[in-house]
């Protein structure tokens, strides 16, 4: 960014060239940066080609800081029509930016769109962000297309991608026509998408099969019964395959239903492997609905795969990741750890390289050591994986210390940054521009560009960075850039406590703890005080607007008006009273609460029927993916609170408390009308 010194003359120059052009009325310096950036965005929003384009005019005149994102828009809104040399000069004008690399992943879609696989292969390369799916994909076409071999990286790219699109599409077409893709990879595709309920992507997979499976597929996501009633078969592979698609689609709604289908009829007339398949996705659909069928369908599932196939089922991780859950959930003694392990073993080398897993793994092998020296070589291959997860920040590395024997400890606090290090990160372009965008309250653009502007730090700048934001109370960016060190960890950055003198005498007036407040307050909010949901849940404690008012008639807060859930400190009055509610309702279970507060009560209320569990056992088996790993969160957080509040390690074990089960005769009596 341009010196602040030149700041009035540049506005001075904006506001008469603004003003000429007719585009903003007369206002301070200030006022005239602020109405030009959000005019440009409503011009870019509104595809207005022309008053982009004299906008940015005035801001290139004035020297305007945020240039760069109105140049930005101007040329993305007419990106179909420039040419290679026009787009090189936007890079020229803005070299190591976040717009240079974010116009760069456009221009590689557009490139894609327009086949030019040279201008992929030449702009690839210079891609920084590299996270965009279509992009990778357009650019293994490209690699194809010169002749260099990508069909395993073009696989994983493939399989990996979760929305259909153009360029993976083609990318999928290209090498089916090649033959480096088989009908086998199309399938095992097609099958991923039916069963995480895809539609759009699976019609297009299907596509690639022809209208025999196409068309078939339409009914099959239109009414599954029917299909199987009327119209499926077995015999050969796309009978098979579309019967065992249409079962796990019966699945998805009614595991039940699927499976006295494979028992009566599917289970003996379908293909063994296909049949294993439906087993394992009723069998998945069960274990989320926590049904205690689950393992039997499980064990099924693999009874029906012949020997080399048990090594190796061609199942998703996720299906995979389900039985595991099943077996710690349903299963005991033995049989429960070697069904643990089996799932574990089974799993893709990313998925089973997981934290989550490599603990579950080590507490199967420790489980089933045989005594003395007989398990001493697989004792110590658990311990291994519980050590290396040990040092790890996190649920798990907590987990996995406290299973050694001790509580992690609080990591040192960092050298103190010198005058040098933090006047480096403030006088960082890209991290001024987040700032300015964050100062006017363009937050998307802002988090982008300061995100961007991480990219290569050191731990050193990365502490930098974070220091700044914390002292800007622009919390998330303080929490998000400290975890991206890699060896020096400021846990007071990780871990701040804004607000402390609201929250933390709340806290104690209501009985609640305080570090078990913070770890949910930064998980909801990041401490985002205008922090909204998609659903509408807002402020720092994301409290829904009838959960307020229920929260304000049942404590005594009889002048509460909806506008009022918008005041920070109201927020927190309601938020911490109602968390208050719910963990009292939950028997004083952290994990149960939170995942109450996520979740809504109904739904843990629910989740704790059937066998009494050990908590981190309990809280594996939460159905929602977002609940689960939100508990997660809390509970991690909230003892990393206790530690730095503390002074010394605490323990996630005792958060976690005692074994989850069904509820005893209720006392206190549930809260029936807890919403």
């Known amino acids: 960014m341009r010196s602040f010194l ?109 086949r030019d696989w040279a201008g992929v292969a030449r702009e690839y390369p210079r891609f920084r962000m590299d996270d965009d799916r279509e992009v990778t994909c357009y650019a293994l076409v490209a690699a194809q297309q010169s002749g260099q071999p990508v069909t395993d990286a073009a696989r994983k790219a493939w399989m990996a991608q979760k929305e259909a699109d153009n360029g993976c599409q083609l990318l999928a077409q290209t090498l089916l026509d090649a033959r480096q893709f088989s ?60 019967t065992a698609l249409a079962l796990a689609r019966l699945a998805a709604g009614d595991p039940a239903m699927a499976a006295k289908q494979l028992e009566d009829r599917w289970s003996q007339h379908l293909d063994a492997e296909a049949a294993a398949w439906a087993w394992a996705v009723t069998a998945r659909q069960a274990a989320f609905a926590l049904m205690p069928e689950a393992l039997d369908w499980t064990q099924k599932a693999w009874g029906r795969l012949k020997k080399r196939e048990a090594r190796d089922p061609d199942w998703s991780d996720d299906t995979l990741a389900w039985q595991a859950r099943a077996w710690l959930r349903l299963g005991s003694g033995e049989e429960r750890w070697n069904g643990v392990l089996r799932c574990i073993d089974a799993m893709g080398v990313d998925e089973r390289n997981n934290a989550v897993w490599q603990y579950w793994r080590a507490r199967a092998l420790l489980a089933l050591a045989k005594p003395g020296a007989a398990g001493e070589a697989q004792r110590q291959d658990g311990q291994a994986l519980l050590q290396a997860l040990a040092p790890q920040l996190g649920y798990y590395g907590q987990l996995a210390a406290e299973d050694l024997g001790s509580l992690q400890p609080l990591p040192p606090r960092p050298a103190a940054l010198s005058p040098t290090e933090r006047d480096a990160m403030r006088r960082h372009p890209g991290l001024q521009r987040a700032l300015t965008l964050f100062g006017i309250g363009m937050r998307s653009e802002a988090v982008r560009e300061w995100n961007f502007s991480l990219i290569g730090l050191s731990d050193r700048e990365l502490l930098s960075a974070a220091q700044l934001a914390c002292e800007r109370e622009i919390w998330d960016r303080c929490i998000n850039s400290s975890e991206k060190t890699r060896a020096e960890f400021d846990l007071a950055q990780r871990f701040p406590t804004p607000h402390s ?175």
């Open 6 to 114: 030149f700041r009035p003359l540049a506005a001075l120059t904006l506001g008469l060239l603004a003003g000429a052009a007719g585009l903003l009325p007369a206002a301070s310096a200030q006022d005239l940066d602020d109405t030009l950036i959000r005019q440009a965005k409503e011009a870019f929003q509104k595809r207005d080609k022309d008053r982009l384009s004299a906008l940015k005019t005035a801001a290139q005149d004035a020297r305007y800081p945020l240039t760069p994102w109105i140049d930005y828009w101007d040329l993305n809104s007419r990106l179909s029509e420039v040419s290679a040399p026009e787009v090189e000069a936007f890079y020229a004008r803005w070299p190591g930016s976040y717009v240079e690399d974010r116009l760069r992943n456009d221009w590689l879609l557009e490139l894609g769109r327009r």
């Open 501 to 675: 003198d609201e929250l933390l005498p709340r806290a104690r007036e209501i009985g609640l703890d305080a570090a078990y407040a913070y770890g949910l307050v930064r998980q909801e909010s990041r401490f985002i005080t205008d922090a909204r949901s998609g659903v509408g849940a807002s402020g720092l404690m994301q409290v829904m607007p009838a959960t307020a008012k229920w929260t304000a008639k049942k404590i005594g807060m009889g002048d509460y008006k909806p506008t009022m859930l918008a005041d920070r400190s109201v927020n927190l009055k309601l938020g911490t009273a109602y968390l208050k509610l719910v963990l009292d309702d939950m028997d004083g279970s952290q994990a149960l609460a939170a995942a109450a507060y996520n979740a809504g009560p109904n739904r843990p209320r629910r989740w704790r029927d059937g066998p009494a569990l050990e908590p981190a056992m309990w809280v594996e088996n939460i159905p929602f993916n977002e609940t689960r790993d939100y508990v997660k969160k809390v509970l991690s957080n909230a003892t990393y609170y206790a530690g730095l509040m503390g002074g010394k390690p605490a323990s996630l074990k005792a958060r976690l408390g005692p074994s989850i089960g069904p509820r005893n005769t209720p006392v206190p009596a549930l809260d029936a009308d807890l919403p």
């Open 183 to 242: 009908d086998t990879d199309v399938w095992r595709k097609l099958r991923q998408a039916v069963e995480a309920n895809r539609q759009k992507q699976a019609r297009a997979v299907a596509g690639l099969l022809g209208d025999g499976v196409a068309k078939p597929l339409a009914e099959i996501f239109d009414n599954p019964a029917r299909y199987l009633a009327r119209k499926a078969g077995s015999g050969n592979r796309r009978e098979d395959g579309l």
